[in-house]
């Protein structure tokens, strides 16, 4: 597992002292204002400051003082280091599930997690096999993630 995640990215600077204002890419901005760091091409930058920002994080960084500064970092992805990010039980980084194996109830494979969508409010799997397979995830179609055991159990209904 990738020890360093793409949770982000840097779109503007934010008023004259050197904030940057960050897109998250995760549930929601305040999971990106709990990170003590974030990662810049590799390097770790520590987060000064940070709060909530109609629907954006804006971050203050160590090292980053000017708006010149900040304007360097216009367009950037931001990551986080795993080990930094407090997951609820039964939760998981997408990352992770790319490419598990796809089974139904009694065991058959029907494919690999080629991509989650995120078209509204629910994620929709892409499963690639011998046909592609569009699954909502959502308990109802979603029996088992089992990242260990590198598969995801399904229960398909007819038209799937």
Excluded at 13 to 27: C, K, L, M, N, S
Excluded at 57 to 69: F, P, Y
Aim: with cysteine; proline share 4%.
């Amino acid at each position: 597992m990738k020890e360093l995640l793409d949770c982000g990215q840097i779109v503007n600077t934010h008023g004259i002292r050197g904030e940057v204002r960050v897109v998250p890419w995760a549930d929601s901005p305040e999971f990106l204002c709990r990170l003590p760091a974030l990662y810049i091409g590799g390097a770790a930058v520590r987060v000064l400051s940070s709060r909530v920002h109609k629907g954006s994080v804006i971050a203050r960084l160590d090292g980053v003082d000017t708006v010149e500064k900040a304007m360097a970092l216009k367009g950037k992805t931001v990551q986080l280091h795993r080990k930094d990010a407090k997951l609820p039980d039964g939760a998981f980084f997408l990352e992770d599930i790319i490419g598990l194996d796809v089974v139904d109830g009694d065991g058959r494979r029907l494919g690999v997690l080629r991509e989650v969508l995120s078209p509204s409010l629910q994620q929709v799997y892409v499963v690639e096999g011998e046909r592609e397979i569009m699954i909502p995830a959502v308990p109802e179609f979603i029996l088992e993630t089992n990242i260990e055991g590198g598969f995801i159990k399904v229960r398909l209904i007819e038209g799937m």
